[in-house]
């Protein structure tokens, strides 16, 4: 018998490094049971051998549950293929907060296609900027049987979008019973980062006895919120050897960690002291304010999802179907309330009524103030401790569909007609000002430089009162709610048939063929106060579009040898706009031996710009973390002075403090700013094509053991995006007027005119860049997958080991100013030579125990050639050695194990991170995107967790 055949799949491996991937091999059916044919992701026809010339993944659901994760975005960041991108727990800065998404090979949330029962899900109502994408919060992981995930493109079968590769998430079908499945989760050293997870399944009736089935599953999730405060003692103290705000000892009176801002409540005027009612105070006698109280570590989350499906036989060969899937998803955040402080940068940002810039200056607190005795014009450092400042995500989404399929002859075929959608709300307060209630209720915000304004007298004296809790009506005048309201609905219908056309000897040569109609509808409101630009500092994207798509696919399968099977598919899609894309895949599988087979896949790919790319629109945005390359350097030397004279004077000297504070500030200013991004669209755009290939091999050397390596390929062409700020910024002299914009030197809020003369700062402040959507680039990546799996008898009990590993080779991205590829990022900062992982699982009896050991390579700092704040002379100039210059090596343990020795309850534990490694030194995190002070990685204080499930079987 050829092993390949009715032998599941056997991907992937890894043993070098600790790295293998596989599935475990299924028993093959008694001799007289007919073999099923099934379709494997990647494919329309129905084959036995499920191991294909298209490399594909499959996670099963007694994987799933080894993994101990609570979501499908948990099940699916455990992929060596997957890299990071965005999540809900990360989403507070995101124009889609409340979300998570998927992201294969580092090409991006909107390159990686999402299926549910291998058909599309609605995309997450709020596009995050230009990016749309499916929401993973909202699919049920207890309802799902398996996830498959094809691991190069596949355009030539599903269309736009599958560029990086599809992950089809196939859900249970007719099952029959009644369980329930409850499961906690928390962390052993902070017990504020818990989760919990609920689900009851039931199926009822047999397809061939009673002609249907019905399985319902309903899961509901939670998730408690955690602020740094609580936690912030236990991060890894090397950062506090680097950043002072975290250094031991730092937090005064709120902790040991965690330095306190002089931007408090009741507040201080510079030169004068803190304002009456401070009840914390520094050395220095300044007024400080508890900021890590307020920098949430984790959101809250709320989750529900419900799944009901149903299948009829109608006899005669004929079988209709049904699916619903609704799910209610709410995440809410919590953050610091605004601050106000007169040497802060000019928030700058965009009105999309003008389309203009908008500046909001911030001033002195003038000597006609009461609360200013100095009689002069006095630097004032305020926290509104009265600023709610929340963020509220809640988004519904859903899809219903129903179908028919069945046999004519020897053909199978099926239909379906649907409808699919979501709708988000999202809502935030506080924060940022309303520029319109600020001047109403405290005063003028414009520039104190300007010649021609006469200043403010009466600023800090209308209604908003200094250093008191105010009343709602000015909150709310201050304060306001905006956000968003995003909708989109999608229609379809969808056919297809498959089948033997003609034989080559005794083999037959089968053909799919197909067609679908989508039409979708995509609006995202701003609320009035953002669409007026009214919000400071707050960006604003806007959609209402419509289109209608057309598709038309074939497929075949060619044996040409008994050993030897040509596939070759096409698609066609049709996008309003657009001309008609064709795209065609060759794929090859060939037995040369019976115990190895090798495959091979070419493949052409697309995605087409989506409605809020070919909308009329102007989005406002803001680039974080931009490191100034015309103002970083002197920032840091100045900085650098500012500490160095800080720590020559004695402790309980009030300038101590305050040179500290300012070091702060002026590194945060020029090396993790925020630049004001205008965007405007591009009718002429064009779709993104990718060509994409693979070639490897499967062995099975002895019954039980599978190694399998593929090479794969992917160069993606026309891609649809913005020139960077950094790839502005590294070639500013090259730019045309008006693309970098900068404040004049008179503006400066970072240096001083004597400072600006001694450290040679010669450019303005860094105000915004201006821009619209083109085909800007490309981007070309090459690697390798190697799996391997094992099921091995012993004394004891059955040792099922797999594993996986994904080796990048190459990652380049297209630089407009190079004309040319920048530098391979295989390697740098976010981007891992090796990822892998390896279980190993012992089944005795009623007991099942088993370890998981996961890895990821170091990587430097860097990123593209553009970074030179963290290459390697970057990393010197701010002290960093090699060591710190980059991020190093990351091996974790994981622990899982069940029970099944009481009858229908299955007890099952799983340790995470069982010897409590912390996660390596990111400087880079810290210092760009935590400004060098919120720390952004919370599994460096989560340590050792443990998750307890327990599940029971009714009937």
């Not at 044919?37 to 594909?56: F, H, L, M, Q, W």
């Not at 899961?219 to 405060?229: K, L």
């Not at 074939?554 to 598919?569: R, V």
């Not at 974790?892 to 009858?903: L, M």
Request: with cysteine.
């Amino acid at each position: 018998m050829n092993r390949f055949e009715r032998t599941p799949a056997a991907v992937a491996v890894a043993l070098a490094l600790a790295a293998l991937q596989a599935q475990a091999q299924d028993s093959p059916p008694p001799p007289n049971e007919p073999v099923q044919k099934v379709v494997i992701t990647g494919s329309n026809i129905k084959r036995i051998d499920v191991e294909t010339a298209t490399p594909v993944q499959v996670m099963r659901r007694e994987e799933i549950a080894r993994l101990g994760v609570n979501s499908v975005k948990e099940a699916l960041d455990t992929l060596t293929s997957a890299s990071s991108t965005l999540s809900d727990i990360g989403g507070s800065n995101s124009f889609a907060g409340g979300a998570s998404a998927a992201n294969l090979r580092n090409l991006g949330k909107m390159s990686t296609l999402i299926l549910l029962n291998s058909r599309r899900v609605a995309p997450y109502a709020l596009a995050d900027y230009n990016e749309v994408f499916t929401n993973l919060d909202a699919l049920p992981l207890d309802a799902v049987d398996r996830i498959e995930v094809l691991r190069n493109g596949g355009s030539a079968i599903y269309g736009s979008d599958a560029v990086a590769g599809v992950i089809n998430i196939i859900t249970r079908s007719d099952y029959h019973g009644l369980q329930a499945r409850a499961s906690y989760d928390r962390s052993l050293k902070n017990s504020e980062f818990r989760e919990h997870t609920a689900a009851l399944t039931g199926g009822f009736g047999d397809l061939d006895a009673d002609k249907y089935n019905i399985l319902a599953n309903v899961e509901v999730f939670g998730r408690h919120s955690a602020n740094w405060r609580e936690v912030i003692n236990d991060l890894n103290p090397s950062y506090g050897d680097w950043f002072p705000t975290v250094a031991p000892g730092s937090g005064l009176m709120f902790g040991n960690r965690g330095t306190p801002s002089t931007f408090s409540f009741p507040g201080n005027l510079i030169g004068q002291g803190s304002l009456p009612g401070c009840a914390t105070r520094n050395a220095s006698g300044l007024c400080v304010y508890d900021r890590f109280a307020h920098f949430e570590a984790q959101p809250e989350a709320d989750r529900a999802n419900l799944l009901v499906s149903g299948r009829f036989n109608l006899g005669d060969n004929l079988e209709a179907f049904a699916e619903l899937l609704y799910s209610h998803t709410r995440t809410l955040y919590h953050g610091a309330q605004a601050t106000y402080g007169s040497t802060s940068p000019p928030a700058v940002w965009g009105d999309p009524a003008t389309d203009q810039q908008r500046i909001f200056n911030y001033r002195g607190l003038p000597a006609t103030h009461p609360l200013n005795t100095s009689g002069e014009e006095l630097e004032l450092r305020y926290r509104f401790a009265d600023d709610p400042s929340f963020r509220k995500s809640t988004s519904d989404q859903y899809r219903a569909l129903a179908g028919v399929k069945g046999s004519w002859r020897s053909w199978d075929w099926e239909s379906a007609l649907g409808i699919m959608g979501s709708k988000t709300d999202d809502v935030s307060r506080g924060g940022f000002f309303s520029a319109s209630g600020f001047q109403q209720v405290i005063g003028s915000y414009a520039d104190p430089f300007d010649p021609a304004d006469p200043g403010d007298p009466l600023l800090f004296q209308r209604s908003y009162r200094l250093g008191q809790m105010n009343s709602p009506e000015v909150l709310n005048l201050l304060f306001p709610e905006n956000g968003y309201q995003g909708k989109i609905t999608q229609q379809f219908w969808d056919a297809k048939m498959s089948g033997p056309i003609a034989k080559i000897g005794e083999r037959d040569v089968s053909l799919a063929v197909g067609a679908d109609v989508r039409h979708e509808k995509f609006e995202i409101t701003p609320s009035a106060n953002l669409a007026a630009g009214d919000i400071v500092s707050n960006g604003v994207v806007s959609a209402n579009a419509s289109r209608t798509n057309y598709a038309a696919f074939a497929e075949a399968s060619i044996p040409l040898a008994k050993t030897f099977e040509l596939q070759a598919a096409a698609r066609y899609d049709k996008f309003p706009g657009f001309e008609g894309h064709f795209s065609p895949k060759l794929a090859f599988r060939w037995e040369a031996l019976p115990t190895l087979m090798l495959r091979g896949t070419l493949e052409h790919g697309f995605r087409a710009p989506n409605l809020t790319e070919s909308a009329q629109s102007t989005k406002f945005a803001f680039d974080n973390g931009i490191v100034d390359p015309r103002r970083c350097p002197q920032a840091q030397v100045l900085a650098n002075d500012l500490r160095a004279q800080s720590e020559a004077l004695p402790p309980d000297d009030p300038n101590a403090a305050l040179l500290a504070a300012r070091a702060d500030i002026v590194e945060g200013n020029e090396c993790a700013a925020g630049v004001a991004s205008i965007v405007r669209n591009n009718p002429n755009l064009k779709p993104e094509t990718s060509r994409s290939g693979t070639v490897g091999f499967v062995l099975e050397p002895f019954k039980g053991y599978n190694l399998s390596l593929d090479w794969w390929t992917i160069e993606r062409k026309n891609e649809i995006g913005l020139k960077s700020t950094n790839d502005l910024l590294a070639a500013e002299s090259d730019q045309a007027p008006g693309v970098i914009n900068r404040l004049a030197l008179v503006q400066d809020k970072t240096f001083t005119a004597a400072e600006q003369a001694q450290y040679g700062v010669s450019a303005g402040p860094l105000a915004s860049t201006a821009g619209m959507f083109e085909n800007v680039s490309k981007t070309k990546t090459t690697g390798f997958d190697l799996g391997a799996a094992a099921r091995v008898p012993t004394p004891i009990g059955r040792l099922d080991v797999s594993g996986n590993a994904t080796f990048l080779r190459e990652l380049k991205n297209f630089s407009s100013t190079l004309n040319n590829y920048g530098d391979n990022l295989a390697g740098r900062y976010g981007s891992p030579k090796t990822v892998a992982n390896l279980d190993a699982t012992l089944s005795t009896g009623a007991w099942t125990n088993g370890l998981r050991v996961t890895y990821n390579s170091p990587t430097a700092l860097q990123t593209d050639f553009f970074d030179e704040t963290y290459n390697p002379q970057g990393c010197a100039d701010q002290g960093y050695g090699p060591a710190e210059c980059r991020v190093a090596s990351y091996v974790r343990w994981d622990y899982h194990g069940s029970y099944t020795g009481i009858r229908n309850v299955t007890i099952s534990a799983f340790v995470r991170n069982l010897f409590g490694h912390r996660p390596p030194l990111d400087l880079r995190a810290f210092g760009n995107l935590g400004g060098g002070v919120v720390p952004q990685n919370i599994e460096d204080v989560q340590g050792r967790s443990l998750r307890v499930t327990l599940e029971y079987k009714f009937r």
